[in-house]
């Protein structure tokens, strides 16, 4: 009587398991043919979002937004060959993943790097990201007769060493790639005869894009991290955007949606808290426990004189050099002799 009372119990809840178990096989597989019907639905190939939806309460800064500010939700390779642009960036030194990320946003084509490499998927892309000539960047197959040109994106040389620090302390010991390096770590990488040989990367990289496009200027676009990141940023995004839509199968979006564009993947990604660009990005790097020597500032000065009198004809490019080297007197309360 005992066992045919337990049976009795145990049908109802065997019923509701299989019950919850049905239901749950059937929504995952509503949800699987929802989510397969968006990824292969063709038109249109770009999908669009509301800006107010990407701002998500944060305050609004001096920039005017468009009543509605269009960003690709996804972004894919152009189904036409396009003329890509090199993103050229000193290794570790920041910045080339948020010009990457404007670049797709500005045009909904897919940007390409080392990890993704393919001649037949750079081909189709809107950039192609590399450190080259630095070690272990790879150098484009062929000739650059496919390429519109390149943005050269240039940092202070000594920000640009330090996140590189930053950057190779959380590969070696598996940290976010934002981790910020002990001092005491810091300072071991600084007196070995890494800063200096970061200092002469630095000096190389520089040297062959300034003369890879010497003859043809008009297709090297310079781009500073400081002015990316500052308060004037928006200004440079448009000028990232009018250089990609000179290249053969780009078009970049409306220019009344590029400010916004600058809020949701510069403005935001840097400033969540309080949505202001500060005007000393360029030394969020720096801090009292990151010293340097005199011999140091010295070696870095001199390099940054080298490239100023190699290229000062560049004016724009002679000005870059001139405020980092300005730059350096910041120096003065962190500099151990």
């Known amino acids: 009587m005992t066992m045919m009372t337990n049976q009795a119990a145990a049908k109802p809840m065997t019923s509701k398991r299989v019950v919850f178990q049905v239901a749950a096989a059937l929504a995952l597989s509503a949800y699987c043919l929802l989510h397969y019907a968006w990824l292969t639905e063709s038109p249109p190939e770009q999908k669009w979002t509301d800006s107010a939806s990407l701002i998500r309460g944060r305050s609004l800064s001096a920039v005017d937004l468009p009543p509605r500010c269009f960003i690709p939700r996804e972004y894919r390779l152009s189904k036409q060959p396009t003329s890509p642009t090199y993103l050229a960036s000193f290794h570790g030194g920041g910045g080339g993943k948020v010009i990457s990320n404007l670049a797709q946003a500005l045009t909904g084509i897919a940007a390409t790097n080392q990890v993704n490499y393919a001649r037949r998927r750079i081909d189709h892309s809107v950039l192609f990201e590399t450190h080259y000539p630095l070690e272990g960047a790879i150098k484009v197959e062929g000739d650059d007769a496919n390429f519109r040109g390149a943005i050269l994106l240039l940092r202070n040389p000594v920000d640009s060493i330090l996140s590189f620090f930053n950057a190779f302390y959380a590969r070696k010991y598996h940290y976010l790639i934002d981790f910020r390096a002990p001092a005491e770590d810091w300072i071991r990488y600084r007196d070995s005869a890494q800063f200096a040989a970061q200092v002469k990367l630095y000096e190389k990289f520089v040297i062959y894009w300034m003369n890879k496009h010497k003859k043809n200027r008009e297709d090297l676009l310079l781009i500073t991290y400081e002015g990316l990141t500052g308060g004037r940023g928006a200004i440079f995004t448009k000028q990232i955007a009018?250089?990609?839509?000179?290249?053969?199968?780009?078009?970049?979006?409306?220019?009344?949606?590029?400010?916004?564009?600058?809020?949701?993947?510069?403005?935001?990604?840097?400033?969540?808290n309080n949505g202001h660009a500060s005007t000393a990005t360029s030394f969020q790097e720096r801090a009292e426990d990151r010293p340097l020597t005199q011999d140091q500032l010295f070696a870095v000065s001199r390099m940054l004189q080298s490239l100023d009198e190699r290229f000062g004809r560049d004016k724009q490019f002679s000005t870059i050099m001139n405020s980092y080297m300005n730059s350096l007197y910041d120096y003065s309360d962190s500099v151990i002799s």
């Not at 590029?258 to 510069?266: A, R, S």
């Open 242 to 272: 009018n250089y990609l839509d000179k290249s053969e199968g780009i078009k970049v979006i409306d220019p009344d949606s590029v400010p916004c564009i600058w809020e949701k993947f510069v403005r935001d990604q840097w400033y969540p």
